[in-house]
């Protein structure tokens, strides 16, 4: 039987809102497994388990640039919110993105290893890095990018936390509406069909359980069961439920919930081909108590390569 330590509730707690002993029974009945014993408690507790797993105790900013028909989305990881608001700091993860949209790096070492000075340090975007981690005395690290290149893009950055770049071809003013929408909504895909398999299978998954622990509890009441058929109609109900509520285009419209994104954007004639969030800290899988042991791993790595 692993050790459920304070840490572990706490960080469960964090991501669902359940109740601290329910979290403590729920880690303890998946021995451990964090991502299990979130689907316990949503089993038991209902979506209300799921409405603060965007928490997240990562700090950083994710900047943009968009240079010609390429762009990109950046981002960049430090230790405390006071260092988000550094004027070097911001500078640095600006020049992320402009080189990513400029250079179009493989991946973050390549992105590192691109020439840039600035503050006095270089020649390398790496160097300034590690100049910056001395200068203002926390770590920080380049998390991830993604650059789109010969497109029409639409950016909105929610403060320096959210950031959505959209590719689309039609109006501009639609793509940057549906920009701010992604940001509000933080769908997952375009449509139902692009909606990942292994999202599907842990909905379908919870729903089963809701569904058997429900007979049970029938059963305890004396009622008649529900037939195999109605179940799986109920089970399948959830899922398509879920796949319509994280879909872009199946989203009711933000500005206008009276209608879908998919039908403003026909009103409007505009197509939307793909679109990236970033929301700093997202999908973080803590193995240490704070963000800033995972950072300062991160950057002894980087020092160690």
């Known amino acids: 039987m692993a050790a459920i330590t304070a840490s572990m509730v706490g960080e469960l707690r964090a ?26 408690l949503r089993v038991k507790l209902g979506s209300k388990a799921g409405k603060a797993a965007s928490r997240v105790t990562a700090e ?22 006071f260092v988000t608001k550094n004027d ?4 640095f993860a600006k020049a992320c993105a402009e080189l990513v949209a400029r250079s179009n790096p493989a991946d973050v070492a390549a992105l590192s290893a691109l020439p840039h000075a600035q503050d006095g340090f270089g020649p390398t975007l790496e160097d300034v890095r590690k100049g ?16 789109y290149e010969n497109a029409k893009l639409a950016t909105y950055l929610h403060g320096t936390r959210i950031g959505v770049m959209v590719e689309f071809e039609g109006d501009e003013g639609a793509a940057k509406d549906v920009a701010m929408h992604v940001a509000a909504m933080k769908p997952v895909a375009l449509t139902a069909a692009d909606v990942p398999a292994k999202l599907i299978e ?18 305890a009441e004396g009622k008649a069961p529900q037939s195999a058929e109605i179940v799986t109609r109920r089970v ?7 796949l319509k509520e994280v879909s872009l285009f199946n989203q009711a419209f933000v500005k206008n919930d009276k209608q879908t994104v998919e039908q403003m954007l026909k009103e409007r004639a505009t197509r939307i081909k793909g679109f990236t969030l970033y929301v700093v800290g997202e999908g973080i899988e803590k193995k240490v108590d704070d963000f800033a042991a995972e950072v300062a791993a991160q950057v002894a790595a980087a020092k160690g390569a």
């Open 132 to 147: 910056l981690v001395g200068k203002i005395g926390e770590n920080m690290s380049i998390r991830r990018f993604k650059r």
């Open 202 to 219: 842990t909905e379908r998954s919870v729903a089963s359980q809701k569904a058997a622990e429900d007979a049970e509890k029938a059963k």
């Open 236 to 242: 399948e109900g959830s899922v398509q439920k879920f």
């Open 15 to 40: 991501k669902t809102d359940a109740p601290m002993m329910e979290c403590k029974k729920a880690l303890t009945e998946a021995e451990g497994n964090m991502e299990r014993a979130e689907e316990l």
């Open 88 to 91: 070097s700091f911001l500078a």
């Open 60 to 81: 950083g900013v994710v900047a943009s640039a968009v240079v010609g028909h390429a762009g990109a989305l950046v981002e960049v990881n430090c230790e405390t919110d």
